[in-house]
């Protein structure tokens, strides 16, 4: 079956870094485009960063441009989402998916906490 498993949060301090790998198994990882979706405590879904199924372009919000890059190993079915600078705005469940930042009835997995606190 479909499955999409993050790994690698944690608790850091503001400015230190954080990579977040999701490993997708059970469908065609390689033909999908993919993002990273976040949501931060009492608060909605925010779509983080999209990468197309080639890895040949990637999208960020503006909230994390600059500080995130997103990228995949289609030969290991892996997203990876390297996280510098980190605030503790960015204190959320960081959730990988398929799709572009609209995605219709994508695959989700189950989060990974990141905290961002002194």
């Known amino acids: 079956q479909v499955q999409l498993v993050e790994s690698g949060g944690g608790l850091v301090q503001p400015g230190e870094s954080l990579r977040l790998s999701c490993a997708a198994s059970?469908?065609?990882?390689?033909?999908?485009?993919m993002s990273w979706v976040r949501r931060a405590p009492g608060k909605g879904f925010e779509w983080v960063s999209g990468?197309?199924?080639?890895?040949?372009?990637?999208t960020y919000a503006d909230s994390v441009k600059g500080r995130f890059t997103i990228s995949r190993d289609n030969a290991k079915n892996l997203l990876y989402l390297q996280m510098n600078s980190l605030k503790p705005g960015d204190t959320a469940v960081y959730y990988c998916?398929?799709?572009?930042?609209?995605?219709?009835?994508?695959?989700w997995g189950q989060g990974t906490q990141v905290t961002v606190s002194s």
């Open positions: 998916r398929t799709g572009q930042r609209i995605a219709a009835d994508p695959f």
């Open positions: 059970g469908f065609a990882f390689s033909g999908y485009a």
């Open positions: 990468i197309t199924d080639s890895g040949g372009r990637t």
